[in-house]
Nanobody
Framework: QVTLVESGGGLVQAGGSLRLSCAAS????????MGWFRQAPGKEREFVAC????????RYGDSVKGRFTIARDNANNTVYLQMNSLKPEDTAVYYC????????????????WGQGAQVTVSS
């Protein structure tokens, strides 16, 4: 059983930064890609970013490109999402997710999900 635990959410002013962390356990972390998604109230879940198992390949949703960075630490079974230049429209619950594939893809089947971390950006 894979367990994902997010941390680092909170309230920040527009233009500010936050870093989310996701600690994974239950399988060999370095063998699989990882991803981040978000869901705002009344909206569908949105792809944010993903990273390949080695960290050598990343992809981002159009709305966060150039502002967010995904990274991973395979030694500590953790994936990060650095969020800079935050906007009020980035307000959402952010979810860490794990597919059972090695490559990074928005369209992979993400089999495991964390409980979510609230990010609120005030204007």
């Amino acid at each position: 059983q894979v367990t994902l635990v997010e941390s680092g959410g909170g309230l920040v002013q527009a233009g500010g930064s936050l870093r989310l962390s996701c600690a994974a356990s239950g399988r060999t972390f370095s063998s699989y890609a990882m991803g981040w998604f978000r869901q705002a109230p009344g909206k569908e879940r949105e792809f944010v970013a993903c990273i390949s198992r080695s960290g050598g390949s990343t992809r981002y949703g159009d709305s966060v490109k150039g502002r967010f960075t995904i990274a991973r630490d395979n030694a500590n079974n953790t994936v990060y999402l650095q969020m800079n230049s935050l906007k009020p429209e980035d307000t959402a619950v952010y979810y860490c997710a794990a597919p059972s594939v090695v490559y990074c893809s928005e369209y992979a089947s993400y089999d495991y999900w964390g409980q979510g971390a609230q990010v609120t950006v005030s204007s």
